[in-house]
């Protein structure tokens, strides 16, 4: 077994043509899955790529599993590397990338047989740069399947295109689909010419800035209306240290990719300056939301105080960030639990904002407070 880029560069297919698709699997600490989510892929119905296993400084027996199934399959190999982190990790792979559409693959997920024929179809048939499917969750410890309607909001989407750029879309290009990019077949030749690639210097929040900059320059987005990855949770605990002991590096990603948009020619702000703030307001609540109670209330009050400037919060009405029907409520819980004078925040008296049917914690009845509850623990990740 040779687990560097001589064996990562050999050719999947009969002759060492050259594939069709690479797959980029990023793996840490994924002894106990690794192995399931190799088999799901050598098992695909399109059988024309190869596939590239970045193990990354894991303290488990992850890098073995990897090997011990690489030399059973000659389409699959590894690289190991050491402690680049999620960002890195992809990125490694990415330079290795020789054909002309590849994926990004978290190694603890599952994939369903037909993940890459259809996904595959769907962006050579349609000629776009980005194929996205749908996707359930898993849980690692029960098993339980649960369905995920956040990840592919279909009523975001242009109705009755089979393919379409951000400029057909009525909705809200960064509310239709997730920042995340293990669910997306990409065009090489795309992603090189627009130079995508993950930031390393952030400590999370790397994957947005990658993904949704691929929407947004993408000629053509296909989407392939079903659930074709199992993507397991519940792994690892419920707040990664990274997010705690960094808790702001959602707010430079998020600066960062509100510059790149400013910067991009013609009317693009226009087009996606209102629909970006809002999303990065109701992304900026669960950032605060699903941090540890130290961290949360700390970054609470400093929304108070409106030190997330470049959301703009002090700068439109109230009624311009309603795009999300829950984020007033969200915002004045936030502010109503973990802050003095909450009524001094960038978005003016809680008791007057446009709340809709989704009221603040102070005002939901029990029911609603279960749901609240609910939500918020369901809403809690596990990263890197």
């Known amino acids: 077994m040779i687990d560097n880029e001589e064996r990562a560069g050999e050719q999947a297919g009969c002759g060492g043509a050259r594939p069709e698709v690479t797959l980029v699997v990023t793996a840490h600490n994924m002894e106990d899955c690794l192995g399931e989510a190799l088999a799901s892929l050598a098992a695909q119905t399109f059988g024309d790529f190869r596939a590239i296993v970045v193990e990354d400084g894991s303290l488990d027996g992850t890098y073995a599993v990897a090997e011990a199934f690489c030399a059973s399959d000659g389409r699959f190999s590894v690289v190991r590397t050491e402690g680049l982190g999620a960002a890195g990790a992809r990125n490694r792979g990415l330079e290795m990338v020789d054909s002309p559409f590849f994926m990004l693959l978290d190694g603890d997920d599952v994939f369903h047989p037909d993940l890459l024929e259809k996904l595959h179809r769907g962006i050579v048939g349609n000629d776009a740069d980005l194929a996205v499917c749908d996707i359930v969750q898993v849980d690692h410890a029960t098993g339980r399947r649960e369905e995920a309607p956040w990840a592919l909001k279909r009523g975001q989407l242009p109705a009755g ?8 879309m009525e909705g809200n290009p960064f509310a239709a689909f997730m920042g995340w990019p ?6 090489t030749d795309f992603a090189r010419k627009e130079g995508l690639r993950f930031p ?3 400590a999370n929040s790397e994957d947005m800035l990658f993904t949704y900059k691929a929407v947004v320059l993408a000629r053509r987005i296909c989407v392939v209306d079903e659930v074709l990855i199992d993507h397991r949770i519940g792994r ?17 990603a998020l600066c960062r990719m509100k510059a790149f948009l400013k910067g991009l020619p013609g009317d693009c702000w226009d087009g996606l300056g209102r629909s970006y703030l809002n999303w990065a307001f109701d992304w ?4 605060i939301e699903t941090m540890p109670d130290d961290v949360r209330a700390e970054m609470a009050r400093r929304l108070r105080d409106g030190a997330f400037a470049e959301l703009e919060l002090d700068k439109h009405a109230p009624a311009f960030f309603a795009g999300y029907p829950r984020s007033m409520a969200r ?8 802050c003095g004078e909450p009524d001094k925040g960038p978005l003016g008296p809680i008791s007057s ?8 914690w102070s005002q939901a009845g029990v029911l609603d407070k279960l749901a609240i509850k609910w939500r918020m623990w369901r809403a809690k990740p596990v990263e890197w």
């Open 236 to 252: 690892g605990g419920s707040v990664s240290s990274s997010r705690a002991k960094d808790p702001y590096a959602f707010y430079e």
């Open 200 to 202: 390393e210097d952030l």
């Open 331 to 338: 915002y004045a819980s936030i502010l109503e639990d973990d």
């Open 353 to 360: 904002l446009p709340y809709g049917k989704f009221k603040p």
């Open 161 to 168: 295109l089979p393919a379409f750029s951000w400029r057909d």
């Open 284 to 287: 900026t609540l669960w950032n």
């Open 182 to 187: 293990w669910d997306k077949l990409y065009r």
